[in-house]
């Protein structure tokens, strides 16, 4: 169980991860996350799966090394186990026929909303995907997401390729276009999501955004995920991950995102000294 | 109760006292999270069981949810019969050296004692965790021979006190168990929520993996709900469910500034501590927040294990924040009188009307009112009124809310003919826990709502019997 089957690294800083986990990979649908704990002592993470195939009973990752466990899991290979893996978490995507969608994706955030556009697409929806990056070299799954759009716009924040600028400029450029838009689908750092909700905001475009808030148990028990919905607390692992994104307090959210920062530098510092260090 | 013992012979039991049982003394406590009571050594444990009269009809069994034949085991303590006793134990209980831990004694076997009509009750609880201490630490685990398989199965959800019992019960009797476990452990709210100062995870351990060598598969990670369901179950052919999986959603008051950093739920504060065992951060790779000033909400024992963890991870300042006062709290008294020991200070008749905050989104104190007692409520308590004009403000870095759980709504969303009440909790039919939906049984907190671990056994016991004659009949 749990075994890694695939490991393939995106950009410097992106992994992408196949597990072998059957039963997760049977009822995994777009939207939801598993959490992971790699080692004896290790925390407890949510990962969004990215994509699953039943057949294989693999389900894929795609994560970002931010600290000491993705750290951790980043230095597995193929053939090693994860202790332990726990899911699938979260409520899946609601995937209707909206019309004309757009899928915002930047960063890391390309692998969540990458499943997201495809089933959209599955579904019948017209699907323009905005992806983005830093640069060139953090582009991740640039072909897979054109694959499943209508049309793929790429922006990167230096220019190094694509549009140069954020993945929320080409979506106000659309919007200023008069692109009819029925939905918006926004994954990725808080504060681009929390600027393409302002940019959807006047028009009123319903734009549905995915958290990624601190959990422990991820099953409804602890609450340390809970985010502020239109005034009211709920706990992003069961009645999430996906909002609505005006409703949203992301002020609140990447407070509560900074909270352990201190011990989380403290274990990635002392966790990159023991490999590079005596 | 009556007794058929003659005068002379209670003369001469009732000259031992009940015997004190050592623990760390408080100054030296408060800087570990090893166990606070230490355990009777061997001759005071046969002093104490000596006490026991042995009546012919043992009030102490009938106030034990899940009737241990506690003379019996006593009888064998006295007698020297350590592992003798232990076995006699597991007759009943699966989990004996939980029981003899947290169990509320006071209030159920040790409450119907007769030595205690005149004098103090045999310290029941503490023969107890003695006899399953004793085996565990010898190391030779008694396993009875394996029950016929009878070819049915039962699937247990949630591997709680509950869990664990029925469990035990039905492995005894020839069905194979599996349960599933939502979290990486096995244990609920023993591993989650009751800190090791309380109850030693190893015990914890030892207890499941007691199960597991009887026969029981614990399957972990394995959230019901969500990786399978309810149905999914019995179309792999589970003759018989038992849902046990806890009241396990935080309670928040509602009031504002309740999100801020340096806020927890008491089950997220205690789950990072026990589970993930934060309070050995860095070696553990979970991060807790060390708050030099610690408020804790509520006045159950879990806002008590919560301040006393607060306390063994530094803080300089712990403070049990409750609208009653000490009568009306839920906490076990000899939880409240640790508490006090080791420092914790007690705003009592005050409540929190919001909480205050810095520019970064950190909690920095709360804004408090002080109480007064009216009338009695429906559960019979004296209930908080406040008194105008009393506002005060009350610094604290870290805040842990305690005021009670709620049902997991997950189970219940997924299973088609399940029924609820009106406030989430599975709905029975009577004392079996047998749910609306045939070949379902429910028990522990889903049920009850925040109760014990004893309570929760005895549910588990009771389904137990109840699925014995479902599948035995079908």
């Known amino acids: 169980m749990n075994e890694i089957t695939l490991r393939r690294q995106l950009s410097e800083n992106v992994v992408r991860m196949d597990i072998l986990a059957p039963e997760i990979a049977r009822r995994r649908r777009a939207g939801q996350f598993l959490v992971l704990k790699v080692h004896e002592q290790g925390e407890r993470i949510p990962l969004t799966m990215v994509d699953s195939d039943p057949a294989a009973g693999t389900v894929t990752l795609i994560y970002q090394v931010v600290g000491k466990t993705t750290a951790l899991l980043a230095g597995l290979g193929v053939g090693d186990t994860i202790l332990d893996v726990q899911g699938p978490l979260g409520n899946p995507t609601e995937i209707e026929t909206f019309g004309h969608v757009v899928c915002v994706g930047g960063g890391v955030g390309v692998g969540v909303i990458y499943p997201i556009a495809r089933a959209l697409k599955e579904a019948g929806n017209h699907v323009t995907s905005i992806i983005g990056s830093r640069t060139k070299d953090l582009l991740i799954l640039e072909e897979e997401t054109g694959k499943v759009s209508d049309r793929l716009i790429v922006a990167t924040d230096d220019g190094s390729y694509g549009f140069h600028g954020f993945v929320s400029q080409v979506l106000q450029g659309l919007i200023d276009r008069k692109d009819p838009i029925d939905r918006v689908f926004a994954i990725g750092p808080v504060p681009m999501m929390r600027v393409v909700c302002d940019v959807t905001r006047p028009g009123a475009i319903p734009t549905i955004v995915s958290l990624n808030p601190i959990m422990v148990d991820a099953t409804g028990m602890c609450g340390a995920c809970r985010v502020s919905v239109g005034g009211e607390t709920r706990f992003a692992c069961v009645d999430g991950p996906e909002f609505d994104g005006h409703q949203v307090d992301f002020k609140l959210l990447a407070s509560r995102l900074r909270m352990y920062c201190p011990q989380e530098e403290q274990a990635y510092h002392a966790h990159r000294c023991g490999q590079h260090g005596n | ?474």
């Open chain 2, 1 to 474: 109760m009556e007794t058929d013992v003659t005068t002379d012979r209670k003369e001469k039991k009732e000259k031992i006292p009940r015997q004190p049982m050592p623990e760390q003394p408080p100054a030296e406590r408060v800087r570990n999270f090893a166990e606070v009571p230490l355990g009777y050594a061997e001759a005071a444990a046969i002093l104490e069981a000596r006490r026991c009269i042995q009546c012919k009809k043992p009030g102490c069994i009938a106030g034990c949810p899940v009737e241990v034949q506690i003379p019996a085991f006593i009888r064998l303590i006295a007698e020297g019969k350590f592992e003798e006793a232990a076995r006699k134990l597991k007759e009943d209980n699966s989990l004996p050296a939980v029981c003899g831990r947290v169990c509320p004694q006071e209030d159920q076997c040790e409450k119907s004692c007769i030595l205690g009509k005149k004098g103090e009750p045999v310290a029941i609880g503490r023969l107890e965790r003695f006899a399953a201490d004793h085996e565990r630490n010898k190391g030779e685990i008694f396993i009875p021979a394996p029950a016929a398989p009878n070819g049915l199965r039962v699937a247990v959800v949630g591997s709680g006190p509950s869990g664990l019992t029925i469990a035990g019960d039905l492995i005894k009797l020839g069905y194979g168990v599996t349960v599933f476990e939502a979290l990486h452990k096995a244990g609920g709210v023993l591993v989650y929520g009751i800190p090791e100062f309380r109850l030693p995870k190893a015990i914890v351990e030892a207890e499941v993996a007691y199960l597991e060598k009887l026969g029981v598969r614990i399957e972990r990670n394995a959230v019901i709900g969500r990786l399978k369901t309810v149905d999914d179950l019995f179309a792999e052919g589970y003759g018989a469910v038992y849902l046990a999986v806890g009241a396990g959603a935080p309670v928040f008051m509602n009031i504002p500034g309740e999100n801020l950093s340096g806020i927890y739920s008491a089950n997220e504060y205690l789950t990072r501590s026990n589970l993930m065992k934060a309070y050995r951060f860095p070696e553990y790779d979970t991060p807790i927040v060390r708050g030099r000033k610690v408020a804790v909400i509520g006045g159950g024992n879990v806002a008590m294990d919560s301040v006393r963890t607060a306390l063994r991870l530094g803080a300089e300042e712990a403070t049990i924040v409750y609208r009653r006062t000490e009568m009306e709290m839920p906490a076990r008294k000899e939880e409240v009188h640790h508490a006090q020991e080791e420092g914790v200070r007690f705003e009592l008749l005050t409540a929190p009307l919001e909480y205050l905050g810095d520019d970064q989104g950190w909690v920095t104190g709360m804004r408090c009112q002080r109480m007064e007692l009216g009338e009695p409520d429906a559960s019979g308590r004296r209930s908080p009124v406040p008194i105008p004009g009393s506002e005060f403000v009350l610094a604290a870095d870290t805040v842990v809310v305690a005021v009670g759980t709620t049902a997991n709504p997950i189970v219940p969303a997924t299973t088609p003919g399940l029924e609820t009440n009106r406030r989430g909790y599975i709905a029975v039919k009577g004392e079996d826990g047998e749910t609306t939906r045939p070949g379902v049984w429910a028990g522990g907190d889903i049920v009850t709502g925040s109760a014990t671990v004893i309570l929760a056994m005895g549910a588990g016991k009771q389904a137990a019997r109840a699925i014995h004659a479902f599948l035995s009949k079908a």
